[in-house]
């Protein structure tokens, strides 16, 4: 708990930096795919990912007329970080250095192969701008891979050039001047302007001066009515998350769900109180997310233009969820608060209509119970072919991927599984982190097709933990949950989530009831006296116990057991696509880089 305090004031600090655009007073060289403000007047970077080429250029603007530095970290943390590092002389020229760092100390030279290069830089009105660039994977044992996915930004910078009269360069210790950011490099959602929604209709879920209690903790659920002036079927092309500007250090993150089409409400007094107060009421809303913003994510997000979500007409959501979460901390007392979601709307219809897929491990105790104290616990969950197999034969188009667990979670992939084979990640959130949890658009939509099959891992790192970890809403519960975003939406088709049998919980209990009494299972859970041992074995069950897997509309669900989870033919480990003939250095890289990055995870989470 007081690590996730310290967390959410830190984070805290982080939002209110984060809406504000770009600072740097320089314009960049040139335009860019992508850009985000990594500290508020302190530092922006600017990127483009050239997929012909690998190649990736950046261009980092802080504001110092010392050193600046990009690291690109397995974990979080400077340990086994790629770090370029470049700085402007007193005759304006540029440097730049290919550093390596082996501990959380003063980064080495790369002495293998120097893989960051300068392409141009200066220095003006007190702050420093590099455009540089990268191949995404460089084979070298010195630096780390650009994967697809989620990567681990860190940059740092200092107050003096370094001193060159010492080999390589004496740099002198960067103190609190220094960041860390996951950032999805190659699926940033690169939002839109607001401007660019000007004059557009929009319809909008928000709270009304709702006063924040004076606690720490508040999960507040409200039930919206889905708009009804829109007579005829609209789509949103986009949608803004509006946090009040006095709020941005309470509000932790907003989530919207779907409500089942079944569900009915009391239109003149739908539910809206403290979520766990209502959770019975609110039971129809709980299993499809449409979308999702926490601290660290972007306030809008675009579709692609070839799909929307569905307003008005027949379209069969006629309620919304949208649970708020406040961070309260310091126990503030009457803080108003009125943020929301808003939608705005295209002038035309587009092409398809958008759904949201989420493939999960139940929110419950029976599909989620992690041991403490564990470096990395796995959970599988697995949509086997028998549920996709409703899918139209034409396929869908998946473009957006919203991986989500709690504090806990380290790590959510997606992999498809075609004829036992796994054939890609549809999305590999290898570094996830609950404070940073970005709708990331992916580089190249990907189709799924009836039959393929969807394999999801949640990893969890429990070390900081003395207790069980058990599926559940509250921050402190834990979830595995993979959301995507897709086109054409399919009716009835929310999902594919699982559950360890009931029966496989029987047999570890040694239970002979004739019926599974989840109360006496949850407390049995709690009571357990944890070892090593009984860890390993816990991983061992989880990895062979039998699943059900529960899919369909939540009136009339689908159950299909597995008798346990399908093995398949992995991926291959990638191929360094730089160079061929570094191969064999590159497969030892590879398996160090496994076991260290295990040993990171470890060191990061004591900073995180
Ligand atoms: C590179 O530097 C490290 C120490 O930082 C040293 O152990 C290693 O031998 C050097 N490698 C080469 C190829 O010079
Ligand atoms: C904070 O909320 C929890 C859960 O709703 C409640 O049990 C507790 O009494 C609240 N604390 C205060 C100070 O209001
Ligand atoms: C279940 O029974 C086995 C063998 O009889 C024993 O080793 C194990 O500790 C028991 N487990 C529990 C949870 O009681
Ligand atoms: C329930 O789902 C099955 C297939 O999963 C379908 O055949 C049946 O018509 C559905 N029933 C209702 C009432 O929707
Ligand atoms: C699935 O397993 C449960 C419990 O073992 C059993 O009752 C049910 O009949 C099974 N369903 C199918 C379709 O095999």
Request: glycine share 6%.
């Amino acid at each position: 708990m007081k690590i996730y305090i310290v967390l959410c004031i830190i984070l805290s600090v982080l939002i209110v930096q984060k809406t504000i655009a770009i600072t740097s007073p320089l314009p960049p060289y040139t335009s860019y795919q992508f850009s985000i403000e990594l500290e508020h007047n302190i530092a922006d970077l600017w990127w483009t990912v050239d997929e012909n080429r690998q190649e990736i250029t950046f261009e980092l603007h802080i504001k110092t007329t010392g050193w600046i530095a990009l690291g690109i970290s397995p974990a979080g943390g400077m340990k086994g970080a790629d770090i370029g590092l470049g700085w402007i002389d007193s005759t304006g020229q540029v440097h730049f250095q290919d550093r390596y760092a082996y501990e959380f100390a003063r980064p080495v030279i790369d002495n293998t192969t120097t893989d960051w290069s300068a392409i141009k830089g200066r220095e003006q009105n007190g702050w420093t701008a590099i455009q540089f660039k990268r191949f995404l994977d460089t084979c070298d044992s010195m630096d780390v891979p650009i994967k697809s996915g989620t990567n681990v930004l860190i940059y740092a910078y200092g107050l003096e050039d370094p001193d060159m009269s010492q080999t390589g360069g004496m740099i002198k210790y960067h103190e609190n001047r220094r960041g860390s950011r996951i950032i999805p490099l190659q699926s940033y959602g690169n939002p839109s302007p607001e401007e660019t929604f000007a004059g557009l209709d929009y319809f909008e879920f928000k709270l009304q001066n709702y006063v924040v209690p004076t606690n720490d903790t508040t999960y507040h659920c409200k039930v919206y009515k889905a708009p009804t002036n829109f007579p005829q079927r609209r789509h949103a092309i986009a949608h803004r998350t509006m946090i009040d500007s006095n709020n941005r250090d309470i509000v932790h993150h907003l989530l919207m769900y779907e409500c089942d089409p079944t569900a009915v409400f009391d239109d003149t007094n739908l539910p809206n109180d403290l979520c766990d107060d209502i959770n019975e009421q609110i039971r129809a809303c709980s299993s499809s997310i449409a979308t999702g913003w926490a601290v660290g994510g972007d306030d809008i997000v675009d579709f692609p233009e070839i799909t929307g979500y569905p307003v008005g007409g027949d379209f069969e959501i006629k309620y919304y969820l949208v649970q708020m979460h406040y961070d309260n901390p310091k126990l503030m007392p009457n803080r108003r608060d009125s943020s929301g979601i808003r939608f705005y709307l295209g002038k035309e219809l587009r092409q398809y209509d958008l759904g949201y897929l989420s493939l999960t491990a139940f929110a419950t105790p029976i599909a989620i119970a992690i041991p403490p104290k564990v470096d990395r616990f796995i959970i599988d969950t697995y949509c086997p072919a028998v549920v996709t197999k409703s899918f139209p034969q034409s396929g869908i188009t998946v473009f957006g991927a919203f991986p989500h667990t709690h504090l806990q979670g380290q790590s959510v992939w997606t992999k498809i599984i075609r004829n036992k084979k796994a054939v890609e990640y549809l999305f590999n959130a290898e570094a996830y982190n609950f404070n940073y949890q970005f709708e990331n658009i992916l580089p190249k939509p990907i189709k799924l097709y009836p039959g393929d099959e969807l394999a999801t891992r949640c990893v969890y790192h429990t070390t900081n933990k003395n207790e069980i970890s058990l599926g559940g809403e509250k921050t402190k519960d834990e979830m595995c949950m993979h959301m995507f975003m897709y086109y054409p939406r399919m009716k009835n088709f929310y999902g594919c989530s699982t559950i360890n049998s009931l029966e496989s919980w029987s047999r570890l209990m040694n239970s002979s009831a004739s019926s599974f009494d989840f109360e006496v299972f949850r407390k049995w859970l709690i009571e357990l006296k944890w070892t090593p041992e009984l860890s390993e074995q816990w991983q061992n069950f989880y990895n062979n116990a039998p699943r059900v897997v529960v899919s369909g509309p939540i009136n009339n669900i689908t159950l299909t057991n597995l008798t346990r989870l399908p093995d398949y033919e992995d991926l291959k480990p990638a191929e360094c696509k730089r160079s061929i003939t570094n191969t064999a250095i590159r497969s030892v890289f590879l398996s160090m880089s496994f076991t260290l990055t295990s040993f990171f995870v470890t060191i990061a989470s004591r900073f995180f």
